[in-house]
């Protein structure tokens, strides 16, 4: 492997390590038999009650619309806003109270710390049926101080993992679980 292409890939890492992504496809859909979408409303909470949280100045619901929106059309899908096939929505949720398990480099041992964490949830529903036939979850810890752009790639990511599975057929296996 050149010496240049694993830098950029240790580049890319750090600031994409922590986001989990789960996605799954019901197990009655065939995503190919659909053409076109709408937007439903979406969704944000915020469990910030001390304001540590503050917002690099990105529209964040608007930038995971644009992500999302480039990702239908680039499996074919078409937005439509009169007589659509799915319906698309999202929720996105910040805990700034989120406590995790870690282990203190000193004493080894595992402490409870404060680690802020966000999700979220893409859902497509049959516009028909109202049965959801896609849906994926991304969880994350919310790295504070990132600049503005950063920010923008670590949605752009998301995204993009969380699409990865749209065309393929139904692996339901205990989603929640």
């Known amino acids: 492997m050149p010496f240049s292409l694993l830098i950029l890939l240790q580049c890319c890492v750090p600031y994409t390590r922590d986001i989990e992504v789960k996605t799954e496809v019901g197990t009655q859909a065939d995503l190919s038999d659909y053409n076109t979408y709408t937007w439903l409303e979406t969704m944000s909470t915020l469990n910030d009650?001390?304001?540590?949280?503050q917002p690099t100045g990105l529209d964040l619901a608007g930038e995971i619309k644009f992500f999302i929106d480039r990702?239908?059309?680039?499996h074919g899908l078409h937005l439509n806003t009169t007589d659509p096939e799915l319906g698309v929505a999202f929720q996105f949720g910040a805990d700034m109270q989120s406590l995790k398990l870690q282990q203190n480099p000193k004493?080894?041992?595992a402490v409870l710390s404060?680690?802020?964490?966000?999700t979220l949830a893409v859902i497509l529903i049959d516009t028909v049926t109202k049965d959801i036939i896609?849906?994926?979850?991304?969880?994350?810890?919310?790295?504070?101080g990132y600049d503005a752009e950063l920010v923008r790639k670590r949605i752009d990511y998301t995204?993009?993992?969380m699409f990865k599975a749209l065309g393929k057929k139904?692996?339901?296996?205990?989603?929640?679980?």
């Open 114 to 118: 404060n680690v802020p964490d966000a």
């Open 49 to 53: 009650p001390s304001g540590k949280w």
């Open 159 to 161: 995204i993009t993992k």
């Open 107 to 109: 004493s080894k041992l």
């Open 71 to 74: 990702e239908l059309q680039d």
């Open 134 to 144: 896609w849906i994926s979850k991304a969880e994350a810890e919310i790295q504070q």
């Open 170 to 177: 139904s692996f339901f296996s205990g989603f929640w679980g």
